[in-house]
């Protein structure tokens, strides 16, 4: 079942809430009146009522109902139609949920159909009742609230990942290198970046558009509020492209750590293969089958273990000193 | 032997189809009549016919018989001359296939010049004659339908890469890594999405000149049609970039897990010399020929034997703890 | 408790100073008076007070509250809202730390509100008294003032970097690769730098916005002095990228010459190898139970012990003479 | 000796050609004449002559006698000045070979001043006989002309580059790495495609500028024909684009694969090092002067053989088995 | 002390020369007449006087006397500041050294400050002194003359850097890799010529200013000897740019062959691990004290050594025909 609610407003002033989908060309009909509609997860044929009832393009629908990826709004003769990606970070499986809400504007009423209920819809209307005074402007204030509402989840989403990276750079100086799950997570979290960052850019493309061309829907005391929202999604914009050079960083200093610790490895495996080699070449020296000095006698056996221990421990302080072990 | 496809409109009904070139002119002289011709794969001769009778430009022709590497635009005084790619992508051989569409384009007819029959002429029919209250928006809403169907081949081949890189994901943190042949695959996948990558941007030029210039061809009820086109080539245009990005992720990641499993090998390959290198030893020290303390006794060779033992289990341990084997 | 400094001035000339809030509507009652607050981390209700006097926009005012990461300039009605940041680089902890001021301008007043006391404003006062003859100009004098001081930090932090990266390019060429906590160090100037690289583009920006826009704020006189700063920007601006890339130089210079190491070391102990592997054969050929001549003779044990020293010195000689030793 | 060709034009119709240089101006006294002159390595007074006579700009004559390295077009009062490079790719040598044509430009006459004859005026002149209907044109044509040969010149490098670096891809994934040889030509082959680069992006922006400004000298007819040059430079700079592009993919390609040839050679060494490693440590125990069991028996022999060969055998298969050998 | 240099002019005429400071004032009160001052180091009291005297802005008196590191041009009401660079190569120090030269422009007057004596200024009088049918066309031309000079010196700079690079283009196919001296000596001419490159930027900036704006300053006959200058600098740009190209292309180059020559190294180390392994086993399999075939007798001591040398002279053999030797 398809969950539809309503509101209309004239001036600043709440006339109506959850009135039926029939009863919006009636409110409609008197001058000055706002109506907002919001449906969630429609069907073909209720969009194809609405679409009849409020002259909605046909392509605009369209859209509304197939899935897209990136943010935009489209203008028509009648009214303007923006796609908006509202999204979440999930850090555990490195991933950046998405819910798109698809709206029609017009000057007398704004559409929101969301494509799932992901997207609450309470927190907007409370944000609406927070500036009662601005309702008056019509469906720019209402559009402003549902950006702003969208933009503050960007917010929080890079927020999370600037979180994540200060986590991956504290722990890129351990001693430990990366294993492949965490690896794997790194991957994930990075592509989940570069869809935020996907989301963002068209998103201050399509905002900063509505505040050049649509001046019906943006008064000049909306204006600000606007310029506000654009402001935020810059900040956004800049945290990713930042975060995106900072992964670029890491990569670096995690290879030269990387060759550092191998260095380390190397280093420690060199000394003590030394320190056995050369024992194992006394000793051979002893194991010959000629009459060398000390062959078959006591002092010999003394001779060749004290060499042996002798040279194994002076290697390992050479080695020692020299920081290889 | 070329086939040759025409039908001819006037306002929104189908007057005629399947005439002969000849009766092209007859078609013209009506006004209001609005003809298309397609041509797959003609020789120099047929052409030079058409171009006579239309009146097109000896470079426009010139262009249409030879191949060309990138979507294009060019306006001449009576007629524009597109040139578009219908691609298709084979995964398996990591192959981009593409057919060249030429055409003319004029108000009063629309020429479309096929280079092969890779790219069918029906589906695009059928596009037409889905929406026959466009067709009396003239010339426009034919390119249009020709646009819309090449743009939804670029969809397709951006979602199968999407796909193929999506299960690349997934592969890159298997335990083996790439033999030759992945690689080469891999390598061939990248080079036909930067042709596919090629074809998309001038594409998208191309169209968002016709709709700036060509205000004869894209009608004010067309418009948002083109726009929605022009949309689609965006997205396809952000897609690719998203998948070279992810590209270069793929390799860094796949360079960081490649020296994480190295280093692994290395490990297992250092303890295991261990383990063989300290027991050679002490059986050297226990081959001298000198009388070492139990040399030629039953507890000598009972301590040898303990001591190799106990010396590789005890290494094995040890490697075994510090996560080396 | 919040401090608040006040001056006015008329003309050229200073005509109160740490006069209370209050009093601010008072001074702005006579024409020609230009006032200045500065208000350090204040609370939300007296910021409330003066925007409640100023009339300021509540949009500005909420920014003025909470906490920005980039300069930005926002123009209102009756008065624009400046977003700026001063840094200092603490080059032990490699941070760079910044302290927001925000201003409120308008032809008649200028309010400073800074979020905390780490920027003094001393010097700013001590700068707009250098240049008494100026002050005539009114608030564009002060706005340049206080551009001029945060951007000289800017410089500082600049040359900071500079010759940090000036010494890391001195020690890049010594015997030793870097620790790890070299190597953090490094992560964190690179960071900071990167800070540094943001907080200045969006300041460059602001400022050249201010030159464009306001012409009430920049007289024809002021103009070649926010020409000044702005020129100062650019080239903090130059530096911070001429240092990018040389920190990208580094690097890669870094990186080959850790391939010079390893290769020298490399070398030294493949060296070595040999050195002990050829006796150890020579040693274990004399050691075998058949009777080879010399076995178990006096000439034979000179022999061997002849050939494993020659070897190996011959070996050394070897290896010394290609520099491999 | 410096070759002089002329021509001179009236209308469609070629009226006069190899007469002398004195000749010039008594044809460009006629009205509607068009004259051509070549000069091949003229030396510094010959050029002067011309100068006088053309009143040719003093910096304009400097530029055609000493050599550039980019295109360019420079406007002067009385005529337009324009440095072409036709090149030619050495595909065994790796060097791009280019021969500088400067022209100076008027709409009464055209001088062509080539460095050196490894252009031939040959081709230039039967192109413009290919198309007499346009001569009337004037100089747009000639130059069109010179302009189109000098392109095709481009496309013929660029595709002998694709067909490189087609041949490249395909060595890629055989067995063995390059060689410094090859190493050297692929260096080679990346600067020289860099120069042609180089040639072709102020190219492209010399004929973009010619078709801007020169309206004097690019007619309306000609206009299509100066777009097809520009089309077509356009498509060498996207292939030389693609081609820089598909050099960066086969460096990394290339690293990945040596990455994974020095794996399977590591492999393989360390497999056969464990095959010699372990035997020796048997035979070294066997070795031991202690009384083991077996020792100085048959079956002590017996055993020892068994184990050393055994324990290879086992090594091996183990190996062949997890793909090491 | 300071050495001053006066030259005053009516049209073409050079009509004082060598005049003190002073009687800069009497001369400018002649109608049409031009005087060029260069001070070389001048005090900040001499600066001033001249400041007076020819009513310079502070700012750009300010400017003259601290240095800077990017050239640019201010404009004020009566004059413009331009700051220049003059450069030159140390090739042996890997050093970019260069001069400040501070002008200050205006219709009647060229004043030219040094920071040193490193720039001389002999030069510029015989520039001048070589077109006296320019020196009419008043201060632009002796600005050209100035400008033309230094950019002069970025050619000579930027084709020493060419030379330098190929040298080592050349030498990066030698055999030995690069000790830390020379990869010092890289690094160095790394940063000059980055340092190089980022004074011709803004120089192409100024001078293209000063071509738009200053017509005062750039008289029409002047016109093409700016762009002359213009297309220098581009040239230069070009250049660095290339170079900068050519530098990563080296690096990578750099970077393949020493995975050659290390793989190289790794085989012939390799190959004679395992030339001296295998007979080491052998010897270990003759030395077991087990009554082995031919243990004590004489064939055995002829089928050791048989052996060891066989195996030996067969693996000779086989790693040569692989090429690992």
Redesign the interface.
Known sequence: MVTTRTRAWRGNELIAEGFPLEAVSDHLATPGVVVWVDLCAPDKEQLALLADELDL?E?AVE?ALSE???P?V?Y?DTHAFMSLHAVEVDLDRGELVNTEIDTFVNEHWLITVRKDSRFPVEPLMRRWDRSPHLVGEGVGFLLYGLLDLVVDGYFVAASKFDDFYDLV?EG??GDT????DQ??H??EM??AL??LH?FVV?MREAVSGLMRREHAVVSTPLY??F??VY?HI??VS??TD?LR??VS?I??????????R??Q???K??S???I??????I????????????????W??VT??SL?LAISVLLYVLFRRREWL
Chains 1, 2, 3, 4, 5 share one sequence.
């Open positions: 393009h392509l859209d897209h990826q990136r935009k489209d028509y750079s890129l100086f290198p990366l294993d492949p690896q794997r790194w991957f990075r592509r570069v869809r996907r068209p600000p509020y310029q506000d402001d810059l900040r800049e945290t930042a050079d900072l960083t990569v670096e200093t995690n290879l030269a750590l990387r060759d550092y191998q260095n490895v190397m280093k495996v060199t003590w293969a030394a056995v080699a050369v024992p194992t070449l000793t051979g020296f002893y194991g010959m089958n000629v009459p060398y000095p000390g062959s078959g006698e006591h010999g056996w060749a273990a042996t």
